[in-house]
Nanobody
Framework: VQLQASGGGSVQAGGSLRLSCAAS????????MGWFRQAPGKERDFVAS????????LYADSVEGRFKISRGYAASTMYLEMSALTPEDTAIYYC?????????????????WGQGTLVTVSS
């Protein structure tokens, strides 16, 4: 399974972006998926996750109420709608798929990773 993240870019604080993640196979439609992010010099942190059926959404406290995760109609795609962005949201965003069907906050539960897309938020 290959995952391709896209949609990153530069935006001013308060702006919005929509990230997309496309899988190379529809088999991932049976897996949970999620977004993680890694800021320079920091660990890769959980952002949001969604179960195979589009439910079971989980969010990091830092993005709750500002970000929305969803799956596409084919379920092999995933989106992250980000609003009210702040400079603290600047990071490389990675999409990933879990070993099972459900959402998860733990990196160890993800066995497929995309290459990342850079989001830069300026003040």
């Amino acid at each position: 399974v290959q995952l391709q993240a896209s949609g990153g870019g530069s935006v001013q604080a308060g702006g919005s972006l929509r990230l997309s993640c496309a899988a190379s196979t529809r088999a991932v439609s049976n897996n949970g998926m999620g977004w993680f992010r890694q800021a320079p010099g920091k660990e890769r942190d959980f952002v949001a996750s969604v179960a195979w059926n589009g439910g079971g959404t989980l969010y990091a406290d830092s993005v709750e109420g500002r970000f929305k995760i969803s799956r596409g109609y084919a379920a092999s795609t995933m989106y992250l709608e980000m609003s009210a962005l702040t400079p603290e949201d600047t990071a490389i965003y990675y999409c990933a798929a879990t070993r099972g069907a459900w959402s998860s906050t733990s990196r160890s539960n993800y066995n497929y990773w995309g290459q990342g897309t850079l989001v830069t938020v300026s003040s």
